[in-house]
């Protein structure tokens, strides 16, 4: 060995034994924490994708039941609207035509008895 290193385990030998040992003794529990750190990671990420698969589920569920609530409020709110429109302008359209009906003359003329009587003169020829 010509590293300083080697050279002085070279010169040391009970401490390189004792090195040895070491290195030796520690594999077992390095490698156990090793494993534990991948296995903790594993379950860890698969732990991540089902909880997030879980929870993307279980919003997308709820946001679809909201939206399909909020379609079915949208319809009913624009069909009341609809109905109250057609309602008001039919009671508008009726209480201008009431206002608008011809009054009766002084004379008695009414515009149609004339158009009436008009329609059976040319029955008549």
């Known amino acids: 060995m010509k590293s ?54 279980v919003g997308g569920l709820s946001l679809l039941c909201v939206l399909c609530g909020l379609g079915f409020v949208s319809l009913v709110i624009s069909g009341t609207i609809m109905v109250s429109y057609m309602v008001v302008s039919s009671l508008i359209n009726y209480w201008f035509s009431l206002r608008l009906l011809p009054q009766h003359n002084s004379s008695g003329d009414c515009p149609l008895a004339m158009k009436s009587a008009h329609i059976e003169g040319l029955y008549q020829e």
């Open 4 to 57: 300083p290193v080697g050279q002085y385990l070279d010169r040391h030998p009970f401490l390189t034994l004792t090195l040895l040992v070491f290195v030796a003794v520690s594999a077992v529990p390095v490698g156990f924490f090793l494993l534990l750190v991948v296995l903790t990671s594993l379950a860890a990420f698969v732990g991540v994708i089902l909880l997030e698969g879980l929870v993307i589920s």
